[in-house]
Structure formats: C-alpha cells, structure tokens
C-alpha cells in the first residue's frame, strides 16, 4: 500500500554520541534501529541531514511510492525544524511517469492480443496487485469486454459482484460450488494483478495451468500460454498439444497501470458475449448448526449483506474475516481493506 511514513528522530550530535535517549535500545543505542527495522517493506527512504539535499530526497521518494505502491520512509531529524529551503522548488512538479520499458510493454500488448484471438472461451481473472495501482482502468476494460470474470479472496470488491458477466470469488478448493471448475475450463485466463499467496489460493490450491495464462504483476508480465496454430487450438484435442510453443517469457518493467490503459486503446477480440452463458453455481453449502440458539458463523457472515449499502468501506483482517467474507454479497463500488492478521 503506498504510505508515507514521515519519522522524527533525535538529533546528529545525539545520535553520533550514541546518548540514551528515552526511546532508545541500550545503553550504547543505535538510533538508527527503526531506520533499519523498516528496510524490508520500504520501497525507498530518505534519511534528512542536509537542507541542501533534502527538498529532491523527499520528491525521490514520493515518486517511488507513487510508482511502486509501496510504503517509503521519510526520516526527519530535529536539527532540521528550523531549517529554510526556497519556496521556488515547490513549482518543479515530481516526474510521475513510469519508467516503462517500451520494447517489453509492446510485447507484452501483442501477446495478449494475440491470445484473445486464439481464444475461444476466455476469461478474466481480477487479483489483489490490482489494488491501489490500476483500479478505475480493470473496471472500465472488464466492463467493455463483458467477459466472464472471476475476483481473488484479497481483491474482493473490486468489481461489482451485481455484473452480469461476473462468476464469483476463485479460491482454489474452498470457492464456492461451481466457481472452481467454471473458472478451470477458459482456454485463456488473463491474470490482472496475479498475487498467489496462501490465503489468496487457499494454500496454492489455484488449478489454472500456466501454459492457459497470461499474469500481469506491478512491474512486470509473465507469458507462458502456448500459442496454437490457427483455427486448431480447442484444448478438447490434446494432440495438437504436442505443436505448441511454450512462451515462459518474463517482461519486465511493465507496469500494470499503463499496461491497461494501453489495452484500452486496443481491439481486444473476444467472442460476442451475448453468447456467454454464466456457468451454474450451486446452492450455499447449509451449516451443521442451523438450529443454534447463538450467533454463528454460518449465519453470521451471509446475513452480514443485508447491512451493508452502496459505497461502503469493509475492513477485515487476513484470518477468520477474510475467509468468512466470502460469503458475504458486498454492494457495488464497496472497497475492501485487509489488514495483517497475527
């Protein structure tokens, strides 16, 4: 998620002398021991000494949270409080712009062109990495191509549960009845924002083959579907398997966001989704405790839909919540924030 933590911290001259300030660790301390602690999640950081140097480190790294969606740290000593910088510096807008790699995002582009029209039964498939980086343009191409589509258990919300064209939550071997062989039977899955983390897939239980998807991540796309030969390509023949090429291509710096605006500027052929019949999804399991007089979890989680409305916020964490949410219908346009379980 792109945050950007400002810190304050003591001073050089405390810092150099190691002092046991109230906060620190020890009684030779390390002030710089936060500054290190968040090094493993941080997309970048800067550390302000110089006045000087500091007006471009903060746009540095503004601009890497901006691109890279991730947290940065911004740490701000006491000495400079006081410290004055031009006022002009303030009217050089920060460069935003992705650093895409243009011979790979053209690539990239033609494969899954290329793709679609091999197709004959495609799909969509809406992961968590689609959060905060390229959320209004998925919505707008799912809704120009009207294909089905399917949503991980981390990017719920994210498309409207009430689209006609949209299946249900793909968890692997926990989805609800139907979803897992609906989604299992496309000959072309585009993967948007593909995140396969256990809780995603239901301990890696997600059952689409490689060689029938393309996944586009942040900063790069994988391209592994094999290209059949024209008008041969119906996975019903598995001969014809054996005069396939698999791709296996990494692209990198290719970034999500520009990615789909490219693809909204593109012809994408896909079959006539008049013809699209929604697979059959079976009835919601019933609990076991049906007759309880105490709130359960069978209850409790479907019946949570009926409180909620358009435009909601919806905040669960990574355990119980997560998994139990998924029986929960959200309203359209209802944003869905997780947050670390322990």
Sequence with gaps: MPVIHIVGQTSKMLQ???????????????????????????????????????????DRVIRECVIKKKPVYIFFPI????AEVSAGLLDKKIDLS????????DAAVGEIVKAFENSKHPAIFVDHLVNHRA????KTLVDSLRIPIYASQMSKGLIDEDKPYYVGLYTGKVSFPGIQAAAET????????????????????????DEKRIDCLDDHVVV?????PPQTHDVSYPHLLTTTQVKGKRLENVYLQ????????????????ALYKKPEIGSRPQGTDQDADKITHSWFWPNLSKFLRPNDIVIGETGTTNFGLADTTFKPNTKYVIIPGN
């Design 16 to 58: 150099d002398n190691h002092m046991m300030i109230h906060h620190s660790i020890g009684f030779k301390p390390d002030h710089q021991q936060y500054n290190k602690a968040s090094a493993p999640i941080r997309a970048a950081a800067a550390e302000l000494w110089d006045p000087n140097d500091a007006p471009a480190e903060i």
């Design 258 to 273: 520009p990615l789909i605006a490219r693809l909204l500027k593109t012809t994408l052929k896909v079959p006539d989704p």
């Design 98 to 105: 992705y650093p895409v790699n243009k011979e790979n995002e």
């Design 186 to 209: 496309h000959d072309f899955v585009l993967g948007l924002g593909w995140f396969p983390c256990d809780t995603n897939t239901s301990f890696f239980s997600r059952n689409i083959p």
């Design 135 to 138: 959320e209004m343009e998925v």
């Design 79 to 82: 000495d400079l409080t006081s």
């Design 224 to 228: 592994s579907i094999r290209v059949f």
